[in-house]
T-cell receptor
Framework: AQSVAQPEDQVNVAEGNPLTVKCTYS??????LFWYVQYPNRGLQFLLK??????LVKGSYGFEAEFNKSQTSFHLKKPSALVSDSALYFC???????????FGKGTTLSVSS | NAGVMQNPRHLVRRRGQEARLRCSPM?????VYWYRQLPEEGLKFMVY????????ESGMPKERFSAEFPKEGPSILRIQQVVRGDSAAYFC?????????????FGAGTRLSVL
């Protein structure tokens, strides 16, 4: 069965510092991996995806993620955090396009000024 | 280009009433997905539809819940005889046909409160 784990309920960083939000997954076959961000009382906004190609993918708002097949991880990163990055971040996986996404429980990112 | 539109944004129902949630996908998108987000939890898949067809309903509760995506008009998620446990945020997502990337674009959600 497919699953996603986000081991941290909350990540706290100071503005200007690098941030990492962790995600590990389990899927049969090749994974389609996604990161979404949710602001309060809003829907999910797509940040970035990995399907094939370079292990480091770049997305919106300066975010990037590194796919590591051996560790089955897809951690979200940003070199310099902004207060406005504070939100709830979800990692998701599927094993092919056009199917249900399996989501992690989410990680709340809090960036302090 | 309007995004995925869901209405109503907030819906209050008393136990035993029916709830109807609507979702209009992005222009050019013919695939619709419904997810439910319970408090303190991630999103759980409910159902995947294409025009006039249910493709995957493996996440739908066996009773009281149904979904449709007619040839014309929005997709509807219908919950009959609501109970307090149905209180949640319901999100709709859409994707274009024949998309090899699998990106789903989400609406702002409908927050259902059952009194």
């Amino acid at each position: 069965a497919q699953s996603v784990a986000q081991p941290e309920d909350q990540v706290n960083v100071a503005e200007g510092n690098p941030l990492t939000v962790k995600c590990t997954y389990s899927v049969s076959g090749n994974p389609y991996l996604f990161w979404y961000v949710q602001y309060p009382n809003r829907g999910l906004q797509f940040l970035l995806k990995y399907i094939t190609g370079d292990n480091l993918v770049k997305g919106s708002y300066g975010f990037e993620a590194e796919f590591n097949k051996s560790q089955t991880s897809f951690h979200l990163k940003k070199p310099s955090a902004l207060v406005s990055d504070s939100a709830l971040y979800f990692c998701a996986v599927s094993n092919q396009a056009g199917t249900a996404l399996i989501f992690g429980k989410g990680t709340t990112l809090s960036v302090s000024s | 280009n309007a995004g995925v539109m869901q209405n109503p944004r907030h819906l209050v129902r008393r136990r035993g009433q029916e709830a109807r949630l609507r979702c209009s996908p992005m222009k050019g998108h013919s695939h619709v997905y419904w997810y439910r987000q319970l408090p303190e939890e991630g999103l759980k898949f409910m159902v995947y539809l294409q025009k006039e067809n249910i493709i995957d309903e493996s996440g739908m509760p066996k009773e009281r819940f149904s979904a449709e995506f007619p040839k014309e008009g929005p997709s509807i998620l219908r919950i009959q005889q609501v109970v307090r446990g149905d209180s949640a945020a319901y999100f709709c997502a859409s994707s274009p046909p024949s998309s090899g990337e699998g990106i789903q674009y989400f609406g702002a959600g409908t927050r259902l409160s059952v009194l």
